[in-house]
């Protein structure tokens, strides 16, 4: 056990398989005490019973390290306060929030419904919103008392959300407002102590697994090393970055950006727009393909 993250406690959502396992006994093997979060459901977000968290929890002990479970659904306001809550009250702090809890069902856009849709977007990015909020309350409160805490965020984005991907409209939706709501956060929350920043995970995962081939893809533990350094109070001056996990490769990804631009002097006329624009994609870079193009 690292002393990386010596006394500094974390919540980590989703965390009872995957991805959010792999962050959870990384992070306890640095020596952070762990609210391991999982509100146990299906792969499409149903409700199975099961306490995986409980697994991960006894795992951390076994181990020598300290946590507790927590079974919020992390897009309920309240619920997700008192997750919050649950780790000061047993921890006496918060010191890091992983957002990592989700789900998919895949259609392609005109296959989805509005139950889909609403279901996806809700536990994705209120999902991160809401446990952000109530951590982010905290921080402010503890700065203004004098308590400042090197407090640490860390979302959950996918090339998904940064590439697009055919087939997973509203995944790609949700994680695309991740990226955004990691770079207002990070501005707004910065006065506070607290850096804001997401990564891109790429992993064999419930949610990868059937939707493709998936035997050459890296595997969960590959993306938490870096969640457990952005985690640490070494990582004071970076904020604000989304950062794709693939296996060995670590890419620092460049998101939306001015780039060429014509002023007509006066508002354009629609007969003119054509020429202007043409002229400014040719100068522009060519985008990425979106997956599954």
């Not at 006994?25 to 979060?37: C, I, Q, R, T, Y």
């Not at 306001?77 to 918060?94: C, H, K, N, P």
């Not at 392609?108 to 536990?123: F, G, K, P, Q, Y």
């Not at 070494?234 to 890419?251: K, Y």
Request: charged fraction near 20%; hydrophobic fraction near 45%.
């Amino acid at each position: 056990m690292s002393d990386l993250l010596a006394g500094r406690v974390a919540i980590i959502t989703g965390a009872g398989r995957g991805i959010g396992r792999a962050h959870a006994l990384e992070l306890a093997s640095h020596g952070a005490k762990v609210v391991v979060n999982d509100f146990g459901v299906s792969l499409a977000g149903e409700g199975t019973g099961e306490s995986p968290a409980d697994e991960v929890v006894a795992l951390i002990r076994e181990a020598g390290g300290e946590a507790v479970a927590n079974g919020a659904d992390v897009a309920d306001f309240a619920q997700a306060e008192a997750m919050v809550r649950q780790a000061i009250d047993t921890f006496g702090a918060l010191d890091i929030l992983v957002n990592n809890a989700g789900f998919v069902r895949d259609r392609m856009l005109v296959n989805t419904s509005e139950e889909e849709w609403d279901a996806v977007i809700r536990v994705h990015l209120k999902g991160h919103f809401a446990p952000l909020r109530h951590a982010g309350a905290y921080w402010r409160a503890e700065a203004k008392e004098g308590r400042q805490r090197a407090a640490r965020v860390v979302n959950t984005s996918s090339g998904a959300g940064l590439q697009g991907s055919v087939g997973q409209a509203t995944y790609s939706a949700a994680k695309a407002g991740i990226a955004g709501l990691t770079l207002v956060a990070a501005q707004e929350m910065g006065r506070y102590g607290v850096t804001v920043n997401a990564i891109a995970p790429v992993a064999r995962t419930r949610m990868t697994e059937g939707a493709f081939d998936t035997s050459a893809m890296a595997v969960p533990e590959d993306n938490s090393p870096v969640v457990a350094w952005l985690a640490s109070e070494e990582a004071a001056d970076v904020t604000g970055r989304v950062i794709e996990v693939d296996g060995s490769t670590m890419t620092v990804e460049n998101g939306w950006a001015h780039g060429p631009s014509r002023d007509a002097g006066a508002r354009w006329r629609a007969a003119d727009v054509g020429v202007g624009l043409r002229e400014m994609l040719a100068e522009a870079p060519t985008p990425e393909p979106v997956y599954g193009a």
